[in-house]
């Protein structure tokens, strides 16, 4: 990499371009009904299945939050690449941290 060159990536986070719910849970949907047809199952899915992987999704995205804020704080440790994986670590953590309650409230549904 050439001096002062700075490392092709993620420059801005933009949190607000997560879907809403509402689109979640309509592609989260549609996600079941072809994932059920192409195994040989009737491609019809109830509320509830969606609802459980509507939760079981925001859950992992939580701790997706937080094993990309951990790499990214390694990365700043041991990488040699000019990025700065700092500013990149906070503002997962952040993000995370503004998820947490409201994303570990979610229960399953039975």
């Known amino acids: 990499m050439i001096e002062g060159e700075r490392a092709q990536g993620v420059s801005e986070l933009d949190f607000s371009m997560y879907p809403p719910k509402e689109l979640q849970l ?5 996600y079941l009904e072809v994932f059920k047809e192409c195994s040989g199952c009737e ?6 299945e ?4 509507y939760v079981q999704v925001n859950k992992f995205a939580l701790a ?9 704080v390694l990365q700043a440790r041991y990488s040699t690449i000019d990025f700065d994986f700092l500013r990149y670590a906070s503002e997962r953590f952040k993000q995370y ?5 409201e994303i570990l409230a979610l229960q399953l549904p039975s």
Do not use: I, R
């Open 26 to 30: 309509e592609w989260l949907k549609s």
């Open 43 to 48: 491609p019809m899915v109830t509320d509830l």
């Open 50 to 53: 969606v609802l459980k992987l």
């Open 64 to 72: 997706s939050h937080f094993s990309w804020g951990l790499w990214a």
């Open 97 to 101: 941290f503004k998820m947490k309650d």
